[in-house]
């Protein structure tokens, strides 16, 4: 038992020893490691470093987003009835026109309809007819019944029976005539169905042009005039007017664009209407004026075909789809950081990869008032003038937004922050451009490689590139870039820790 008790205390004793000793030679090492922040101000090799002035100038806060392009509005042409597709007028890519005739459905069934239901029309005509003939002798009947009543020629059992006949022969009419009437429904049916068979490009009009000529009036007088008598007579609200602008073609000749609230499809009522209105306020204009409608066509392009002629169809089966890219929009999602900041009817500046060179303008036109609950993002829909046709439904676009402008910001380029010691700062050279300090600093805008320092006012130059070899009060020289890359090549950064970009800090 004492031999285990001592063996067990001289293996303890020989390990304390042992510890002792490492840390002995571990603590003398460290004093013997130099040290970064021991280092004498400007001492050993000089640093090969790019620098760069601290510039005041204007800064933008823009954000970019990342979406994909719409077609400002599009509809799938689908028939009403069942049969087969006996001609198809367009092909993918055609343009088309409010009211072009698109295609046909085989209308023989539909034709015989309309002729069986006109033969049944005719039945019940016939069968009226000779009802009404019924109805006028027992009227007459009646009459004469009725006299001799008065005089008492008949007895009232006579005089009863004529007047039982006269609403027998009365309710028959009427039966008729709602048998009638039921034909009639019967025939107009069939031909709506026959219309059916024909298949058109069909879409709301939301804007009327009127053709205004008012000799020797400017655009401000006849456009105030035309407000004020438009305001007298509720004009928008009696009409559904949603904006009336005033465009001027030439001296004296000027264009009434007027904007419905609603897009209206059988529009021909309301333009009579609008017209008459527009011609009592023409007589309270400067004299001569003329007010005349001018029609135009909205062209639209066919999307899709989805079949061919030939083919058998079941009611509401998509022929074509036809798509509105005079306009587009791009939707675009907004992460929760940049919700706020987005404003219906801001600026937008529209990038794409077909046309690399090429800036389309756009303005942001509808805001989701829901983020989604996984991504954190709110859908925004940008709309994109394309009159020109260069845009494409589903091209990938960038979109860059601005929200506010500084007109004085402290910048430097992005290479020149970093984080050193956990700290987010630059290296600035001192009064005698040898050493260098590190500067703590607080970032603002980021605009590409440029960075707003916020605070503090730095009043000389920046290192840009080789800041990875630096410390406070270390020598530097300033030299080309290309010197910098190849010393940063050949030697590795001092210290325990490596350094830290200050982009990976802030992330």
């Known amino acids: 038992m004492r031999k285990i008790i001592f063996l067990v205390i001289g293996i303890a004793v020989l390990g304390a020893l042992a510890y002792g000793i490492t840390v002995k030679i571990q603590n003398a090492a460290q004093r013997n490691k130099p040290k970064r922040s021991q280092a004498k101000a400007g001492s050993g090799i000089a640093i090969p470093v790019e620098i760069a002035d601290v510039e005041v100038q204007p800064m933008r806060n823009t954000r970019t987003f990342t979406g994909t392009l719409e077609p400002w509005s599009k509809y799938e042409v689908a028939p009403k009835i069942a049969g087969r597709l006996e001609t198809l007028n367009v092909e993918v890519g055609d343009p088309v026109y409010n009211g072009q005739l698109l295609a046909t459905i085989d209308d023989d069934e539909y034709l015989q309809e309309i002729e069986k239901a006109k033969a049944d029309l005719g039945i019940s005509e016939a069968l009226k007819g000779e009802l009404l003939t019924q109805f006028n002798l027992a ?39 709602a048998e009638l009437n039921q034909k009639l429904a019967i025939l107009n049916l069939a031909k709506v169905r026959f219309d059916y068979t024909k298949i058109y490009a069909r879409w709301g009009k939301t804007v009327l042009l009127f053709k205004v000529n008012s000799p020797g009036q400017t655009r401000a007088a006849v456009q105030n005039t035309l407000k004020e008598l438009f305001q007298q007579n509720n004009f928008e609200r009696n009409y559904d007017i949603k904006t009336a602008n005033l465009v001027e073609q030439s001296a004296g000749d000027f264009l009434l664009v007027l904007e419905l609230t609603n897009p209206v499809f059988d529009y021909a009522v309301l333009l009579k209407n609008i017209e008459s209105g527009l011609e009592k306020i023409r007589k309270k204009l400067p004299a001569g004026t003329t007010l005349k409608y001018q029609d135009f066509s909205e062209t639209r392009y066919i999307g899709k075909k989805y079949l061919d002629a030939g083919q058998m169809l079941k009611a509401n089966d998509a022929i074509l789809s036809i798509i509105n890219i005079r306009r587009m929009k791009a939707m675009v999602n907004v992460i929760e ?23 389309f303008s756009g303005r942001v036109r509808k805001i989701t008032k829901v983020l989604d609950e996984y991504t954190r993002q709110g859908e925004v829909e940008i709309e994109i003038d394309n009159s020109r046709l260069m845009l494409r439904p589903g091209m990938f676009v960038k979109v ?56 503090p006012r730095l009043i000389r130059p920046v290192v840009t590139l080789g800041s990875h070899l630096l410390y406070n009060g270390i020598a530097i020289k300033v030299t080309s870039r290309e010197t910098v890359l190849k010393n940063s090549l050949e030697n590795k950064p001092s210290g325990n820790k490596p350094r830290k970009s200050a982009e990976a800090k802030q992330k």
């Open 139 to 177: 009227k007459l009947e009646y009459e004469r019944a009725k006299n001799m009543k008065k005089g008492n020629v008949i007895s009232d059992s006579a005089y009863e029976s004529k007047r039982s006949d006269l609403l027998v022969k009365a309710a028959s009419l009427k039966k008729a005539q």
């Open 337 to 359: 950081k940049d919700y706020p900041l987005i404003k219906s009817g801001q600026e937008a500046a529209v990038s794409t990869d077909a046309y690399p060179e090429k800036v």
């Open 400 to 455: 860059s937004i601005e929200f506010d402008t500084i007109a004085n910001a402290q910048i430097v380029p992005r290479t020149a922050v970093v984080n050193f010691n956990e700290t987010i700062g630059v290296f600035m050279l001192s009064a005698d451009r040898k050493t260098v300090k590190f500067v703590p600093v607080k970032t603002g805008l980021i605009d590409a490689d440029r960075v707003q320092i916020v605070s």
